[in-house]
T-cell receptor
Framework: EDQVTQSPEALRLQEGESSSLNCSYTVSGLRGLFWYRQDPGKGPEFLFTLYSAGEEKEKERLKATLTKKESFLHITAPKPEDSATYLCAVAEGGGNKLTFGTGTQLKVEL | GAVVSQHPSWVICKSGTSVKIECRSLDFQATTMFWYRQFPKQSLMLMATSNEGSKATYEQGVEKDKFLINHASLTLSTLTVTSAHPEDSSFYIC????????????????FGDGTRLSIL
């Protein structure tokens, strides 16, 4: 059975304090690893897709990387508006089913 | 692009009521849509895959007679929670994939803003 574990559960950073979020996964036949951002009371907003080990994607202050067992979401010089829950999900087999982790709740303070 | 709209955003109703939630792809067609449920502090759990013009595929443990899914057009899927009870209270979210850019089944799912269902 596919498993996705995210750590830490919660993270509090000062503005400008860079850090990384971790997503460990076990899946047979990875079809893609997805990062989403979810604000309270909203649906997840797509950030990145990673397909193969060694791949990296960047968007503004965020950078996602992938190995055979885990993915990292690096946040460089975060701002308060980066505060949200960051979700990791993996797709396997036919690619339709996403298995989500429980997320990392990030709070960036001034 | 790839906007998914969900309606209503919040529903409060009495136990025993049936509630219908709509999920629309606004700027693309979706032959497949997905319905998730999310409890507080928990991850999104896939409930079912909605297929246009055919029966939905339900995940193990999800009662298909309780959660009725209809995907009558390429832009609309509905989830009806029948005879809802307090334990059905949750955050229901739908998603769809936009294949206009190619990429096949590797395209990401785009999510609606969810429906908060509270059963009294």
């Amino acid at each position: 059975e596919d498993q996705v574990t995210q750590s830490p559960e919660a993270l509090r950073l000062q503005e400008g304090e860079s850090s990384s979020l971790n997503c460990s996964y076990t899946v047979s036949g990875l079809r893609g690893l997805f990062w989403y951002r979810q604000d309270p009371g909203k649906g997840p907003e797509f950030l990145f897709t990673l397909y193969s080990a060694g791949e990296e994607k960047e968007k503004e202050r965020l950078k996602a990387t992938l190995t055979k067992k885990e993915s990292f979401l690096h946040i460089t010089a975060p701002k308060p508006e980066d505060s949200a829950t960051y979700l990791c999900a993996v797709a396997e087999g036919g690619g339709n089913k996403l298995t989500f982790g429980t997320g990392t709740q990030l709070k960036v303070e001034l | 692009g790839a906007v998914v709209s969900q309606h209503p955003s919040w529903v409060i109703c009495k136990s025993g009521t049936s509630v219908k939630i709509e999920c629309r792809s606004l700027d693309f067609q979706a032959t497949t849509m997905f319905w998730y449920r999310q409890f507080p502090k928990q991850s999104l759990m896939l409930m079912a895959t909605s297929n246009e013009g055919s029966k939905a595929t339900y995940e193990q443990g999800v009662e298909k007679d309780k959660f009725l899914i209809n995907h009558a057009s390429l832009t609309l899927s509905t989830l009806t929670v029948t005879s809802a009870h307090p334990e059905d209270s949750s955050f229901y979210i739908c998603s769809a994939r936009d294949f206009r850019g190619g990429g096949g089944s590797n395209q990401p799912q785009h999510f609606g803003d969810g429906t908060r269902l509270s059963i009294l």
